[in-house]
């Protein structure tokens, strides 16, 4: 093999990522000749850090809805050719022990990094060849295929796929060449903003919020139609836990968020209810009860309210039913990039192929994972769109 040849691959991936190498092994497995090309030293940095180190891999109940996107219809032709149980088989395959946490959510036993072994080693069986500490430059389109450069090499490939990912986490390597790329070749792009993120909010709401810090509750959080009943985390920023990460998604400048703190109670009813069976049990016990001791005397300190049952009238107990199960805040911004799971939007789907991920009006460039506009809830569902969509392109 001359200098030449050995530079030109049938298919280059930028981005040693999810979806990166999802794509590889299934190319290489169809006697492509494939490589990997990654800027970050190590592999699947993403994958490694995920799920506080075991990676939630997928989720037994991934589906469509599951996803956020201009197009929320553009992800099922991916979902449906590599489902959540065909990971799971070749997480099985690969003798990997896994265990549901919560809402079928799949977890590894031991650590995530075994899920970065079963991609490498699939890889190795496709004879995929993956470079680390390659920063592709530049890309151009060429009479056939395409040129890739990077700070040392130049390559040649017929099929180019982009899986840079989006911008979460810049200090592990997030960077916004997908998005460069996809204006390089008059792509639309739906403008990138940070999700699965912690909500902060200015002094006067942060003031009750900071003190506090570390309690988690149970909570129902919504915006406009959308709500989500999981944890619910205060903290000296503002709000996280999923409940919040998973609103932070739906939410825009502006928005108010509505949060029931006790989604199992309506207070109005339950405090007239034991106001009969209780009259002079004093109202803090009563709310620790359903509360947190220090989130309880928060919201009677904030309201005034104090006293024992017989002594509070109605109109009381209105006041504490709206700020425990409607309390309505606005948060001014969220945590941003730095901390945020996900970037929604990205390449906009109506540039893509959803069987192939391919370009419409660019022949042999396709873009797969979390670049493209479409974005999963928390619990496993991004990765199974890095799967699913790596999948349907390697495939192609
Ligand atoms: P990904 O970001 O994984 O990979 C992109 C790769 O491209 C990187 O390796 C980068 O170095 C490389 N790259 C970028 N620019 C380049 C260039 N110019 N040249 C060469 N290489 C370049 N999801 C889930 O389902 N379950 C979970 O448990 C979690 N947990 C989680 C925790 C944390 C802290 C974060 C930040 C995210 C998650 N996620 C998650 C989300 C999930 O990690 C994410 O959606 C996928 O990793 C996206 O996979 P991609 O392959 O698309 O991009």
Same mark, same amino acid.
């Given at each position: ?14 981005? !040693? ?18 490589? &990997? ?37 553009? @992800? ?23 265990? /549901? ?9 031991? %650590? ?10 699939? @890889?190795?069986?496709?004879?995929? /060849? ?5 920063? &592709?430059? %530049? #890309?151009?389109?060429?009479? /056939?295929?395409?040129? &890739?450069?990077?700070?040392?090499? !130049? ?5 180019? &796929? ?34 699965? #993120? ?20 149970? !909570? ?9 009943? /999981? ?81 509070? %009238? ?44 391919? @370009? ?37």
């Amino acid at each position: 093999m001359n200098e030449q040849q050995s530079n030109h691959y049938d298919v280059i991936i930028i981005g !040693a990522g999810a979806a990166g190498l999802m794509c590889a092994q299934v190319a290489g497995k169809r006697q492509r000749r494939v490589l &990997v090309l990654d800027a970050s030293d190590k592999i699947g940095e993403k994958i490694r850090i995920s799920g506080g180190g075991r990676c939630n891999f997928t989720n037994l109940h991934a589906s469509p809805s599951n996803y956020l996107s201009h197009n929320p219809h553009f @992800c099922k032709s991916a979902l449906a050719q590599f489902t959540q149980h065909d990971f799971t088989h070749m997480v099985e395959k690969h003798g990997i022990a896994y265990h /549901e946490k919560t809402l079928g959510q799949l977890f590894c036993d031991g %650590s995530s990094k075994q899920i970065i072994t079963m991609l490498l080693d699939e @890889c190795r069986r496709g004879k995929v /060849e993956v470079r680390t500490g390659e920063r &592709v430059k %530049s #890309v151009k389109k060429m009479d /056939e295929g395409f040129s &890739v450069c990077t700070d040392t090499m !130049a390559y040649l490939c017929n099929k180019l &796929v982009i899986a840079t990912g989006g911008l979460s986490i810049p200090k592990i390597g997030a960077t916004d060449f997908g998005y460069r790329i996809a204006k390089q070749f008059s792509l639309p792009v739906i403008e990138p903003r940070a999700g699965l #993120v912690p909500l902060t909010f200015d002094e006067a709401v942060l003031s009750l919020i900071r003190p506090l810090a570390g309690i988690a509750v149970d !909570a129902v959080v919504s915006c406009g139609k959308t709500a989500f009943r /999981e944890g619910l985390l205060f903290t000296h920023r503002g709000l996280s836990g999923p409940s919040v990460l998973q609103i932070s998604s739906y939410w825009h400048d502006g928005d108010a968020i509505t949060v029931n703190l006790a989604p199992n109670t309506d207070m109005f009813d339950w405090l007239k209810q034991r106001r009969n069976q209780t009259p002079k049990q004093d109202i803090h016990t009563v709310l620790t009860e359903v509360l947190p001791k220090r989130l309880a005397l928060m919201l009677l300190e904030r309201t005034g309210i104090s006293g024992t049952l017989a002594d509070l %009238s109605n109109a009381k107990f209105e006041t504490l039913e709206r700020v425990i199960n409607r309390w309505q805040i606005i948060p001014n911004g969220s945590e941003g990039y730095k901390t945020a799971e996900v970037t929604l939007g990205g390449v906009d789907t109506t540039a893509l192929s959803s069987k192939t991920m391919e @370009c419409r009006t660019v022949e042999g460039l396709y873009f797969i994972g979390e670049v493209v506009d479409v974005t999963g809830h928390l619990g496993g569902f991004n990765f199974q769109w890095a799967w699913s969509s790596g999948y349907a392109c390697g495939m192609a």
